[in-house]
């Protein structure tokens, strides 16, 4: 079985401009979180999403969004791009996040540079 | 505010010992708690998932123990190897989501 995708892998992107970036989870997984990872840091939660539906959003500005589709793929959208926003953006998809416990399965990420 | 706090200085080991790695977080009260590995530029990587009713469980060369007391979780690789070599991140589940730390940096040397 494939595992979570995301594409593109790199992207670089200048200020004040806006970015999408895909995901598509585990085949039978309907939820999806986003996560944005600066260098030497953990992950940090952004969004997450179930059956279509936001379930959970991260400490984020507005300028990032999300959506799930009818297929359970994602996708994450940053407008006004800062040079904060560099960093490797995170796809994880796991099972029905309210079940006692979830594993959550990684992609390779998406890295963002904003120059 | 919550914090999840581990040790920011990479961990050298000699290959064969064991190497144990300490998480402690604050102003959370986690039904569980997971650990992952990353290596450089991927995706982590699920390892072990102990929940609170839980103090210590086991997967090959892995352990993780999870003092819901001291607000701690211990995890530990013995025999290691090279190839165990990477980050590893805990992660508590707290207000219906998980939260990571920063993660331990882990090198194992031949």
């Known amino acids: 079985d494939a595992g979570v995708t995301q594409s593109p892998t790199h992207l670089i992107k200048t200020r004040g401009q806006q970015v999408t970036l895909r995901c598509s989870p585990i085949?039978?997984?309907?939820?999806v979180s986003w996560y944005q990872q600066v260098l030497g840091q953990g992950p940090q939660f952004i969004f997450q999403y179930y059956e279509k539906e936001e379930r959970g959003r991260g400490n984020f500005p507005d300028r990032f969004s999300a959506r799930q589709f009818p297929n359970y793929s994602s996708e994450l959208n940053v407008n006004a791009l800062l040079l904060g926003d560099s960093a490797l953006y995170l796809c994880?998809?796991?099972?029905?996040?309210?079940?006692?416990?979830?594993?959550?399965?990684f992609g390779p990420g998406t890295r963002l540079t904003v120059t | 505010s919550q914090k999840i706090e581990q040790n920011s200085e990479a961990l050298n080991i000699q290959e064969g010992k064991t190497a144990t790695l300490t998480c402690n977080y604050t102003?959370?009260?986690?039904?569980?708690l997971q650990w992952y590995r990353q290596d450089p530029g991927r995706g982590p990587v699920f390892l072990l998932l102990?929940?609170?009713?839980?103090k210590e469980k086991r997967k090959e060369r892995l352990k993780v123990t999870f003092d819901t007391t001291l607000k701690q979780s211990l995890f530990h690789i013995t025999a290691s190897q090279p190839a165990d070599s990477a980050t590893y991140l805990c992660?508590?589940?707290?207000?219906?989501?998980?939260?990571f730390g920063k993660g331990n940096q882990v090198v194992v040397i031949p």
């Open positions: 992660a508590p589940r707290g207000n219906n989501r998980l939260a």
């Open positions: 085949s039978g997984h309907k939820s």
């Open positions: 102003n959370y009260s986690p039904a569980y």
């Open positions: 994880a998809s796991s099972h029905d996040p309210g079940r006692s416990s979830y594993e959550q399965y």
């Open positions: 102990i929940r609170e009713n839980e």
